[in-house]
């Protein structure tokens, strides 16, 4: 028996062009996956934090003059995260926009004069202090300093605390 050739089955015939491009394209858009997942799972392994050529995290904010806020009020720092409090006794706070339940950010509301957490309704008084659970502890602080009669905050240090104590606050000279 003797083979005949059909069109369709030429061995010498060469791959079509339109399945040459789309064997490329599969294999470029596989390539470009690898790398994606390659990128994703080194991101996720390396630290992404680098030390600053100091070695700290220093971001100092300078918030204002002292006489600029009024005593009992709170100030709100959005490009530094955090709540600056004025207290009733001329002293400062500057505390965390993060509730320390799950990490919501908390606003003030200056009508009841509290922090109020609109995810799981934690309440926190103006020194940050627990007034209402699931949050087990007082908001966190960032160092406050006074010099020259100029408030200045250090926004890229949170210190983790779990009451309020007077020698958190920081008084002006």
Same mark, same amino acid.
């Given at each position: 028996?003797? #083979? /005949?050739?059909t069109p369709n089955h030429r061995p010498d015939k060469e791959i079509p062009p339109r399945r040459r491009f789309l064997n490329w394209l599969w294999g470029g858009?596989?390539?470009?996956? /690898?790398?994606?997942?390659l990128w994703l799972v080194a991101s996720y392994l390396l630290d992404r934090k680098r030390p600053s050529a100091g070695g700290d995290s220093e971001v100092w =904010? ?8 009024? %005593? ?32 919501? /950010? ?19 008084? =103006?020194? +940050? ?6 949050? #087990?502890?007082?908001?966190? =602080?960032? %160092?406050?300093? =006074?010099?020259? +009669? ?17 020698? #958190? ?5």
């Amino acid at each position: 028996m003797t #083979q /005949t050739a059909t069109p369709n089955h030429r061995p010498d015939k060469e791959i079509p062009p339109r399945r040459r491009f789309l064997n490329w394209l599969w294999g470029g858009l596989g390539v470009v996956a /690898t790398a994606e997942g390659l990128w994703l799972v080194a991101s996720y392994l390396l630290d992404r934090k680098r030390p600053s050529a100091g070695g700290d995290s220093e971001v100092w =904010i300078e918030a204002g003059a002292v006489e600029a806020f009024t %005593p009992n009020t709170v100030s709100a720092f959005p490009r530094g995260r955090f709540y600056l409090a004025r207290l009733e006794d001329g002293g400062f706070l500057a505390l965390s926009r993060r509730c320390t339940h799950l990490g919501c /950010t908390v606003p003030w509301n200056a009508e009841t004069h509290r922090f109020e957490c609109p995810c799981h309704s934690s309440v926190f008084d =103006i020194r +940050g202090e627990v007034l209402r659970s699931p949050a #087990q502890r007082a908001l966190d =602080i960032h %160092p406050v300093t =006074i010099e020259n +009669g100029i408030v200045r905050v250090d926004a890229g240090r949170v210190m983790q605390r779990g009451v309020f104590r007077p020698d #958190q606050v920081v008084y002006p000279e």
